[in-house]
């Protein structure tokens, strides 16, 4: 809710203005350049989405427009629409959803509402097909569940931290080999390099992110092609594949 006189004069009259200004910033974040649309959320609150009509949202937005503070049912109902507002508007913008799928940081973060398992039935709903959608940091510790919703065709997982800082890469190692025996073409590479103090830059966690993943992709495939279960050949396609085709193709 707006907290002062000019946010209140500037609000949207009702949803359908708000949801209509939602929809003129995707596209002007498109035109400038964006290549995806991310959701932290799980950093916030459960990744458990219901599904509510528009006119019962219709009344909370106006109620609460020019002030006063909803209660928590109220505000996950308008989370919820603005939330499938987004995934249909980038479906339509072929834009990738990128959605936080890990634990987190910090003593208040849910695990268990940020399980993959949770999104189910969103990735699964017919409305969304056109919408990419990328589960950053690839569902990790969830990673076994996620590589399985990652088999419907508009799902992809990235590896994003997995590989640099929330596993070494001998563990990374048997959850990319888990992945590549599974579905190999819906793993991209990701580094999420940032800066975490005045020791160790982006440029740090960068180095970490590629290092341990060509360790970790080239010890998954080795025991692979050593089983028996790829060739060589094959083995170099789920890498190129893995650390540049999947993303290229998928972020045009």
């Known amino acids: 809710a707006p907290n002062s006189t000019i946010e209140a004069a500037i609000s949207p009259a009702d949803l359908a203005g708000y949801l209509s200004f939602v929809t003129r910033v ?49 505000y996950k109902a308008f989370q919820d629409l603005i939330f499938r507002h987004v995934l249909t508007e980038c479906g339509r913008l072929h834009l990738p959803v990128h959605i936080h799928s890990s634990t987190g940081a910090g003593d208040y973060f849910s695990t268990a509402g940020v399980s993959v398992l949770n999104l189910e039935p969103v990735l699964r709903d017919p409305r969304y097909l056109p919408t990419p959608f990328v589960l950053i940091h690839g569902g990790f510790p969830f990673d076994e569940a996620a590589i399985f919703i990652a088999m419907r065709k508009n799902v992809w997982l990235d590896s994003s931290a997995t590989g640099s800082f929330l596993m070494y890469p001998n563990q990374f190692k048997d959850v990319l ?4 025996e599974i579905q190999p073409s819906k793993v991209t590479y990701g580094s999420d390099a940032f800066p975490i103090d005045e020791h160790a830059g982006t440029e740090e966690l960068y ?43 998928l972020y045009r």
Do not use: N
């Open 207 to 249: 180095w970490f992110g590629v290092h341990g993943a060509r360790i970790a992709t080239a010890a998954a495939l080795a025991e692979m092609v050593a089983a028996r279960e790829i060739t060589e050949a094959q083995a170099m396609t789920i890498a190129h594949g893995y650390l540049h085709d999947h993303a290229a193709a």
């Open 26 to 74: 995707l596209e002007d974040h498109q035109r400038r350049g964006a290549i995806a649309a991310k959701f932290e959320i799980a950093y916030f609150r459960s990744l458990v989405f219901d599904d509510p009509p528009r006119e019962t949202v219709a009344p909370i937005y106006a109620r609460y427009r020019d002030g006063g503070v909803p209660s928590g049912a109220e």
């Open 177 to 180: 080999k888990r992945w590549f």
